[in-house]
C-alpha cells in the first residue's frame, strides 16, 4: 500500500511546455508525470538537447538532484549550449558516457550491485553506477542513437531499453531519452515502452524561416492537445504555441448581434446599418479600388467610438498605411499614440500562422478590439 501511497506522481515540469503556454483551460501539454520513461525524438538541429536541458534545470531550480548523460555530444559541447542561452548549469550533473574514460562513480567496482555491472556492460556505458551515488530524480539520455549501435539487433535494443526502465522504476526517477532518428528505419520499439512520445520537426520551405513544430504522439492515461504546435528557439529555450481551437476563443459578449459602421452613412445604410460584429467580412477588389483605406475608415469609426482595432498589413509598410491615410484626411496618429488603432506589419516568411496570432492577438487586457 505504501508503494501505491508513493507512486501518486507529481507532475513534472518543463516550463517552457507546461500549461501556461497553452489557452486557458486547455492541456495542451500539462507537464510529465513523475517517475516515468519518456522520449523526445527529432532529427538533429530540432531542440531536443534545449528540452532536455530546460526540463533538468527546473529540476536544478527546485533543489533536486537532476543528471545529463551524454553519448554524442562532449560536455564542454553541451556546456557551449548552455552558455549560448545563458543558462546557468549548477546543480546539473553532466556525465559524458561517449568518453566512458571521464565517468567517477565515486565507488570502489565491488560496491557496484552485479545488476547494474551487467546493464552498464549490456548498455556498453558505465553511468549506471553513477546513479545510485547521485540519485537523480531527473535523468537525460542524449541519444538513444548510440546505445542502438552498440545493441546491433533490434530485439537486444529493445531489451535493453526495458532493462534501463526496469531499472530506474524503483528508482524515483523521471527518465528523458532523446532520439535523434538516425537509424536506417524508425523503429518503434521505444516509442512503445515510453510513457510518452514528443516528436519535434523542423521544416524547411522555399523561403522564409524553417518551420518548427512539435507533437505528442502518445501519452498514456493522460488528455492531451493532438495535432501539431509550433514552436521557436531563442536565446533562452523554447517557445511553443499551442495549435488553436476556434471553439475556445469565442467571447459571449461578440455573440450579441450588433453592427459596427464605418461612419460613411451611403455605405451603412446600404449594409443595413453596418458590418455584424463578430463576423468576418472580406473585401474584394482589384489593386487600387480602395479596400485598404476602407478598412481604415472602419477602424477609425470605430477609434471615435471609444473601441480598439488592430490592422495587421502584410504587403505595405505602417508609412505607407500612415502616409496614405493622411493624404486623404483621415489622421492616424491621435489614434495610434492613444493605442485605440494598433497596427503592426507581418513578414509572413518570417512567422507561423500560430506564432502571428498569438503575439498580435491576444487578448486585450483593457476594452477588446472589437473590428
Ligand atoms: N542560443 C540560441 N539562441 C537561439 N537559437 C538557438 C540557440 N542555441 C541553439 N539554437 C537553435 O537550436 C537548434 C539546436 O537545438 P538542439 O537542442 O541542440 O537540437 P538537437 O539536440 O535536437 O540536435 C540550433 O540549430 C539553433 O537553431
Ligand atoms: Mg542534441
Not at 229 to 246: C, E, S, T
Not at 251 to 256: I, Q, S
Not at 356 to 364: E, G, I, K, L, Q
Request: charged fraction near 20%; include cysteine; aromatic fraction near 6%.
Amino acid at each position: 500500500m505504501t508503494a501505491s501511497v508513493q507512486s501518486i506522481p507529481k507532475p513534472v515540469t518543463i516550463p517552457t511546455l507546461s500549461t501556461s503556454a497553452c489557452p486557458a483551460s486547455t492541456t495542451c501539454w500539462v507537464g510529465l508525470t513523475s517517475n516515468r520513461l519518456y522520449l523526445l525524438e527529432g532529427a538533429p538541429g530540432a531542440g531536443k538537447t534545449t528540452i532536455a536541458l530546460q526540463f533538468l534545470l527546473e529540476g536544478a531550480r527546485l533543489k533536486e538532484s537532476v543528471l545529463y548523460v551524454t553519448l554524442s555530444e562532449t560536455e564542454q559541447e553541451l556546456m557551449g549550449v548552455a552558455r549560448s542561452h545563458r543558462w546557468n548549469m549548477e546543480g546539473i550533473e553532466v556525465r559524458d558516457a561517449a568518453f566512458p574514460g571521464h565517468v567517477a562513480t565515486g565507488r570502489a567496482i565491488h560496491d557496484v550491485p552485479a545488476s547494474e555491472v551487467e546493464l552498464s556492460r549490456q548498455l556498453g556505458i558505465e553511468i549506471l553506477a553513477d546513479v545510485d551515488v547521485i540519485k537523480p530524480t531527473r535523468i537525460v539520455f542524449d541519444s538513444l542513437s548510440e546505445l542502438r549501435l552498440l545493441a546491433g539487433s533490434s530485439l537486444r535494443y529493445r531489451r535493453q531499453i526495458l532493462a534501463l526502465k526496469q531499472f530506474f522504476a524503483g528508482r524515483q526517477c523521471t527518465v528523458l531519452l532523446l532520439d535523434d532518428m538516425t537509424a536506417m528505419e524508425h523503429d518503434l520499439q521505444v516509442q512503445s515502452i515510453a510513457h510518452a512520445v514528443l516528436r519535434l520537426e523542423q521544416m524547411s520551405s522555399d523561403y522564409g524561416v524553417a518551420r518548427r513544430r512539435l507533437v505528442v504522439t502518445k501519452y498514456r492515461g493522460r488528455q492531451f492537445r493532438g495535432g501539431y504546435h509550433d514552436y521557436k528557439i531563442n536565446r533562452g529555450g523554447l517557445q511553443v504555441f499551442p495549435r488553436l481551437v476556434a471553439a475556445e476563443h469565442v467571447e459571449p459578449d461578440l455573440r450579441a448581434p450588433a453592427d459596427i459602421a464605418s461612419g460613411i452613412d451611403a455605405l451603412d445604410d446600404l449594409l443595413g446599418g453596418g458590418i455584424d460584429r463578430g463576423t468576418s467580412t472580406l473585401f474584394v477588389g482589384a489593386p487600387g479600388t480602395g479596400k485598404s483605406t476602407l478598412a481604415m475608415q472602419f477602424a477609425i469609426a470605430a477609434a471615435r467610438r471609444g473601441e480598439r482595432s488592430a490592422a495587421f498589413v502584410f504587403d505595405e509598410s505602417i508609412g505607407t498605411v500612415r502616409a496614405r491615410c493622411r493624404s486623404m484626411g483621415m489622421d492616424l496618429a491621435p489614434y495610434l499614440a492613444s493605442g485605440l488603432i494598433t497596427i503592426r506589419q507581418v513578414d509572413p516568411a518570417e512567422l507561423s500562422p500560430v506564432n502571428s496570432f498569438m503575439r498580435y492577438a491576444r487578448p486585450s487586457p483593457q476594452a477588446g478590439h472589437r473590428s
